[in-house]
Protein backbone atom coordinates (compact mmCIF):
# COMPACT_ATOMS: atom_id res chain seq x y z
CA UNK A 1 0.00 0.00 0.00
CA UNK A 2 1.01 3.54 -0.73
CA UNK A 3 0.76 6.37 2.35
CA UNK A 4 -1.61 8.30 -0.79
CA UNK A 5 -4.23 5.56 0.04
CA UNK A 6 -3.94 5.69 3.62
CA UNK A 7 -3.51 9.32 3.76
CA UNK A 8 -2.11 11.58 6.41
CA UNK A 9 -4.98 11.00 8.97
CA UNK A 10 -4.70 7.31 8.68
CA UNK A 11 -1.42 7.13 8.87
CA UNK A 12 -1.29 9.25 12.33
CA UNK A 13 -4.04 7.05 13.46
CA UNK A 14 -2.12 3.75 12.75
CA UNK A 15 0.56 5.13 15.16
CA UNK A 16 -1.97 6.37 17.69
CA UNK A 17 -3.02 2.82 18.22
CA UNK A 18 0.10 1.74 18.61
CA UNK A 19 1.44 3.73 21.37
CA UNK A 20 0.74 2.40 24.82
CA UNK A 21 -0.47 4.38 27.34
CA UNK A 22 1.75 5.59 29.93
CA UNK A 23 1.56 7.60 33.32
CA UNK A 24 1.96 11.42 33.15
CA UNK A 25 1.03 11.66 29.75
CA UNK A 26 -2.71 13.10 30.01
CA UNK A 27 -3.70 13.56 26.64
CA UNK A 28 -1.00 12.18 24.28
CA UNK A 29 -1.45 11.84 20.32
CA UNK A 30 -4.88 13.25 19.06
CA UNK A 31 -5.70 16.72 20.48
CA UNK A 32 -4.31 20.02 19.31
CA UNK A 33 -1.50 19.54 22.10
CA UNK A 34 0.18 17.07 24.39
CA UNK A 35 -1.02 17.31 27.75
CA UNK A 36 1.69 16.31 30.29
CA UNK A 37 2.40 15.72 33.95
CA UNK A 38 6.36 16.08 35.11
CA UNK A 39 7.27 14.43 38.22
CA UNK A 40 7.74 17.55 41.49
CA UNK A 41 10.47 18.45 41.75
CA UNK A 42 12.24 18.23 38.48
CA UNK A 43 12.90 20.50 35.68
CA UNK A 44 11.80 19.55 31.78
CA UNK A 45 14.81 19.24 29.66
CA UNK A 46 14.33 19.66 25.83
CA UNK A 47 16.39 18.54 22.80
CA UNK A 48 15.93 17.96 18.85
CA UNK A 49 17.48 17.27 16.00
CA UNK A 50 16.87 16.75 12.24
CA UNK A 51 18.07 13.47 10.22
CA UNK A 52 18.24 14.03 6.49
CA UNK A 53 18.35 11.28 4.00
CA UNK A 54 21.66 11.02 2.25
CA UNK A 55 23.42 13.59 4.79
CA UNK A 56 23.05 11.63 8.31
CA UNK A 57 21.86 8.00 6.81
CA UNK A 58 21.94 6.17 3.13
CA UNK A 59 18.53 4.23 2.74
CA UNK A 60 20.83 2.07 0.76
CA UNK A 61 22.81 0.93 4.19
CA UNK A 62 20.36 1.01 6.63
CA UNK A 63 17.10 -0.54 7.34
CA UNK A 64 13.92 1.17 8.35
CA UNK A 65 13.43 -0.71 11.87
CA UNK A 66 16.97 0.28 12.71
CA UNK A 67 16.65 3.81 11.38
CA UNK A 68 13.66 4.45 13.78
CA UNK A 69 15.46 3.37 16.67
CA UNK A 70 18.71 5.36 15.76
CA UNK A 71 16.59 8.48 15.46
CA UNK A 72 15.36 8.27 19.28
CA UNK A 73 18.92 7.30 20.80
CA UNK A 74 20.85 9.95 19.52
CA UNK A 75 17.78 12.46 20.52
CA UNK A 76 17.81 10.69 23.93
CA UNK A 77 21.19 10.99 24.19
CA UNK A 78 21.63 14.23 24.67
CA UNK A 79 19.12 13.40 27.78
CA UNK A 80 21.40 11.19 29.34
CA UNK A 81 24.13 13.98 28.37
CA UNK A 82 22.31 16.39 31.14
CA UNK A 83 21.89 13.27 33.72
CA UNK A 84 18.29 13.41 32.55
CA UNK A 85 15.57 10.61 32.06
CA UNK A 86 13.92 10.32 28.90
CA UNK A 87 10.39 11.19 29.24
CA UNK A 88 8.47 11.87 25.50
CA UNK A 89 9.48 12.38 22.08
CA UNK A 90 7.49 14.05 19.07
CA UNK A 91 7.95 13.20 15.82
CA UNK A 92 7.97 15.32 12.56
CA UNK A 93 7.91 13.08 8.91
CA UNK A 94 8.67 14.50 5.39
CA UNK A 95 7.98 11.65 3.44
CA UNK A 96 8.98 11.47 -0.27
CA UNK A 97 6.06 10.72 -3.10
CA UNK A 98 5.45 6.71 -3.37
CA UNK A 99 7.65 5.63 0.08
CA UNK A 100 6.24 2.16 1.09
CA UNK A 101 3.61 2.29 3.83
CA UNK A 102 5.66 -0.72 4.96
CA UNK A 103 8.77 1.55 5.38
CA UNK A 104 6.95 3.75 7.39
CA UNK A 105 5.53 0.87 9.58
CA UNK A 106 9.52 -0.76 10.13
CA UNK A 107 10.53 2.97 10.94
CA UNK A 108 7.51 3.49 13.40
CA UNK A 109 7.80 -0.10 14.69
CA UNK A 110 11.84 0.55 15.32
CA UNK A 111 10.86 3.84 16.86
CA UNK A 112 8.39 3.24 19.36
CA UNK A 113 10.18 -0.29 20.56
CA UNK A 114 13.22 2.02 20.89
CA UNK A 115 10.76 4.78 23.24
CA UNK A 116 9.92 1.51 25.27
CA UNK A 117 13.55 0.49 25.72
CA UNK A 118 13.72 4.11 27.19
CA UNK A 119 10.79 4.51 29.04
CA UNK A 120 9.65 7.50 27.07
CA UNK A 121 6.34 7.52 25.24
CA UNK A 122 5.40 9.29 21.82
CA UNK A 123 2.98 11.99 22.37
CA UNK A 124 3.10 14.38 19.27
CA UNK A 125 4.28 15.23 16.10
CA UNK A 126 3.77 15.94 12.11
CA UNK A 127 3.71 14.58 8.85
CA UNK A 128 3.60 16.12 5.68
CA UNK A 129 4.94 15.33 1.82
CA UNK A 130 8.72 15.93 0.92
CA UNK A 131 9.10 17.05 -2.66
CA UNK A 132 13.25 15.73 -1.70
CA UNK A 133 15.08 12.95 0.44
CA UNK A 134 13.31 11.93 3.52
CA UNK A 135 12.76 13.98 6.45
CA UNK A 136 13.34 12.86 10.25
CA UNK A 137 12.64 15.78 13.03
CA UNK A 138 12.49 14.71 16.28
CA UNK A 139 12.19 16.24 19.87
CA UNK A 140 12.83 14.72 23.03
CA UNK A 141 12.01 15.66 26.40
CA UNK A 142 13.38 14.87 29.54
CA UNK A 143 13.38 15.44 33.33
CA UNK A 144 15.93 15.84 36.02
CA UNK A 145 16.01 16.57 39.59
CA UNK A 146 16.71 20.13 39.78
CA UNK A 147 19.82 19.61 42.22
CA UNK A 148 21.10 16.69 39.41
CA UNK A 149 21.37 18.68 36.66
CA UNK A 150 24.44 18.58 34.83
CA UNK A 151 26.12 21.34 32.49
CA UNK A 152 28.79 21.26 29.93
CA UNK A 153 29.87 24.93 32.04
CA UNK A 154 31.39 23.48 35.14
CA UNK A 155 35.03 22.38 34.23
CA UNK A 156 37.28 23.53 36.73
CA UNK A 157 41.34 23.11 36.21
CA UNK A 158 42.35 19.59 37.99
CA UNK A 159 39.36 17.60 37.25
CA UNK A 160 40.24 14.31 35.65
CA UNK A 161 38.12 13.70 32.30
CA UNK A 162 36.38 10.56 31.60
CA UNK A 163 34.48 8.82 28.84
CA UNK A 164 32.24 5.71 28.90
CA UNK A 165 32.59 2.62 26.80
CA UNK A 166 34.73 2.57 23.16
CA UNK A 167 35.37 5.32 20.50
CA UNK A 168 35.88 5.24 17.05
CA UNK A 169 33.55 2.67 16.32
CA UNK A 170 30.86 3.89 14.56
CA UNK A 171 33.32 5.79 12.59
CA UNK A 172 35.26 2.83 11.71
CA UNK A 173 31.96 1.25 11.00
CA UNK A 174 31.13 4.31 8.58
CA UNK A 175 34.46 4.42 6.86
CA UNK A 176 34.11 0.27 5.64
CA UNK A 177 30.02 0.72 4.62
CA UNK A 178 31.35 3.23 2.53
CA UNK A 179 33.88 0.89 0.84
CA UNK A 180 31.02 -1.44 0.09
CA UNK A 181 32.83 -3.68 3.10
CA UNK A 182 30.36 -5.33 6.12
CA UNK A 183 31.70 -4.40 9.11
CA UNK A 184 31.19 -6.03 12.66
CA UNK A 185 31.01 -2.69 14.52
CA UNK A 186 28.09 -1.74 12.05
CA UNK A 187 25.55 -2.19 15.03
CA UNK A 188 27.07 0.99 16.94
CA UNK A 189 26.49 2.86 13.73
CA UNK A 190 22.99 1.70 12.70
CA UNK A 191 21.99 0.89 16.50
CA UNK A 192 23.72 3.22 18.92
CA UNK A 193 22.64 2.91 22.37
CA UNK A 194 22.19 6.14 24.39
CA UNK A 195 23.65 6.13 28.21
CA UNK A 196 20.63 7.17 30.39
CA UNK A 197 21.53 4.81 32.85
CA UNK A 198 25.07 5.70 32.95
CA UNK A 199 24.50 9.39 32.79
CA UNK A 200 21.17 8.87 35.87
CA UNK A 201 23.96 7.12 37.66
CA UNK A 202 26.85 9.91 37.23
CA UNK A 203 24.10 12.57 38.06
CA UNK A 204 22.26 11.46 40.97
CA UNK A 205 25.75 10.53 42.35
CA UNK A 206 27.06 14.17 41.85
CA UNK A 207 29.68 12.78 40.05
CA UNK A 208 30.38 15.08 36.75
CA UNK A 209 31.41 18.81 36.99
CA UNK A 210 30.68 18.86 33.32
CA UNK A 211 28.84 16.69 30.92
CA UNK A 212 28.32 15.91 26.85
CA UNK A 213 27.28 13.11 24.59
CA UNK A 214 29.90 12.61 21.78
CA UNK A 215 28.15 12.91 19.00
CA UNK A 216 30.52 14.83 16.79
CA UNK A 217 33.67 13.20 17.82
CA UNK A 218 35.98 13.34 21.10
CA UNK A 219 37.85 16.48 20.26
CA UNK A 220 34.98 18.70 19.43
CA UNK A 221 32.79 17.66 22.26
CA UNK A 222 35.62 18.29 24.77
CA UNK A 223 36.37 21.55 23.12
CA UNK A 224 32.23 22.05 23.71
CA UNK A 225 32.90 21.57 27.55
CA UNK A 226 36.30 23.69 27.19
CA UNK A 227 34.33 27.01 25.49
CA UNK A 228 31.83 26.60 28.13
CA UNK A 229 33.74 26.31 31.30
CA UNK A 230 36.90 28.72 29.73
CA UNK A 231 39.36 26.06 30.84
CA UNK A 232 41.87 23.69 28.30
CA UNK A 233 42.71 19.91 28.28
CA UNK A 234 44.85 17.43 27.49
CA UNK A 235 44.00 14.25 26.05
CA UNK A 236 46.66 11.09 26.73
CA UNK A 237 45.51 8.99 23.47
CA UNK A 238 47.15 5.93 24.64
CA UNK A 239 44.72 6.23 27.18
CA UNK A 240 41.40 6.24 24.93
CA UNK A 241 39.09 3.14 25.19
CA UNK A 242 38.74 0.82 21.73
CA UNK A 243 37.37 -2.08 21.09
CA UNK A 244 38.84 -5.02 19.41
CA UNK A 245 37.73 -4.21 16.14
CA UNK A 246 39.59 -0.77 16.03
CA UNK A 247 42.58 -2.32 17.76
CA UNK A 248 43.18 -4.73 15.35
CA UNK A 249 42.54 -1.61 12.69
CA UNK A 250 45.05 0.51 14.47
CA UNK A 251 47.74 -2.81 14.50
CA UNK A 252 47.71 -2.24 10.60
CA UNK A 253 47.58 1.66 10.51
CA UNK A 254 48.21 3.73 13.81
CA UNK A 255 46.63 7.01 12.65
CA UNK A 256 43.35 5.39 12.30
CA UNK A 257 42.87 6.54 16.57
CA UNK A 258 41.23 9.77 14.60
CA UNK A 259 38.57 7.50 14.57
CA UNK A 260 38.52 7.72 18.35
CA UNK A 261 39.55 11.04 18.62
CA UNK A 262 37.31 12.57 15.66
CA UNK A 263 34.97 9.66 14.08
CA UNK A 264 31.55 10.72 16.17
CA UNK A 265 28.24 9.59 16.74
CA UNK A 266 29.58 7.32 19.48
CA UNK A 267 27.14 8.34 22.11
CA UNK A 268 29.32 7.83 24.76
CA UNK A 269 29.52 10.35 27.68
CA UNK A 270 32.54 12.60 27.96
CA UNK A 271 32.51 13.79 31.80
CA UNK A 272 34.92 15.95 34.02
CA UNK A 273 35.01 14.73 37.59
CA UNK A 274 36.98 17.16 40.35
CA UNK A 275 39.85 15.22 42.54
CA UNK A 276 37.37 14.59 45.53
CA UNK A 277 34.65 13.11 43.27
CA UNK A 278 36.88 10.52 41.63
CA UNK A 279 36.48 7.67 44.57
CA UNK A 280 32.43 7.83 43.83
CA UNK A 281 32.90 6.20 40.64
CA UNK A 282 33.39 3.31 42.15
CA UNK A 283 29.41 3.17 42.85
CA UNK A 284 28.87 3.17 38.76
CA UNK A 285 27.26 0.08 36.74
CA UNK A 286 30.42 -0.40 33.99
CA UNK A 287 33.70 0.90 34.40
CA UNK A 288 34.66 4.09 32.72
CA UNK A 289 37.98 5.44 31.10
CA UNK A 290 40.06 7.95 32.71
CA UNK A 291 41.46 9.79 29.05
CA UNK A 292 42.56 13.35 30.17
CA UNK A 293 42.81 16.03 32.78
CA UNK A 294 41.68 19.86 32.71
CA UNK A 295 44.17 22.47 32.18
CA UNK A 296 44.23 26.45 32.29
CA UNK A 297 42.55 27.58 29.30
CA UNK A 298 45.53 29.12 27.74
CA UNK A 299 47.02 25.72 27.11
CA UNK A 300 43.83 24.98 24.61
CA UNK A 301 43.10 21.39 23.86
CA UNK A 302 46.23 19.09 23.33
CA UNK A 303 46.80 15.51 22.71
CA UNK A 304 49.48 13.75 24.04
CA UNK A 305 50.61 10.92 21.72
CA UNK A 306 52.55 7.91 22.26
CA UNK A 307 55.93 9.26 21.61
CA UNK A 308 54.99 11.92 23.94
CA UNK A 309 54.76 15.10 21.92
CA UNK A 310 52.04 17.56 22.96
CA UNK A 311 50.27 18.01 19.76
CA UNK A 312 47.47 21.18 19.86
CA UNK A 313 44.26 19.73 18.62
CA UNK A 314 42.49 21.62 16.13
CA UNK A 315 38.59 21.28 16.73
CA UNK A 316 37.68 18.80 14.06
CA UNK A 317 34.61 17.11 14.43
CA UNK A 318 31.63 17.16 12.01
CA UNK A 319 30.52 20.47 10.93
CA UNK A 320 27.90 20.92 8.50
CA UNK A 321 28.29 24.03 7.11
CA UNK A 322 32.00 23.53 6.78
CA UNK A 323 33.19 23.35 2.57
CA UNK A 324 34.68 19.96 1.79
MG1 LIG B 1 24.71 16.29 22.56
Known amino acids: MKLSE???????????????????????????????????GERLLTSTDLLIEDVH????????????????????????AMGGTPRHLYLGLGIPAGFAIEDLDAFVAGFLAACADYGATLVGGDTCRSPGPLLISVTVEGTVPVDELVCRSGAQVGDAVYVSGTL????????????GETP????????????VELGRALASARIPSAMIDVSDGLLADLGHILEASVVGAEVDEAALPVSTSLRAALDSDSERIELALSGGEDYELLFTVSPEREAALAVLPEPVTRIGTIVHGSAGLAVKKRNGDLRPAALAGYNHFRQR
Open 184 to 195: ETAGRHHNPRAR
Open 6 to 40: LGEFGFIERIRQAVAKAPGVVVGIGDDCAVLELPP
Open 168 to 179: GDSALALRRLQA
Open 57 to 80: FRRAWTDMELLGRKSVSVNVSDIA
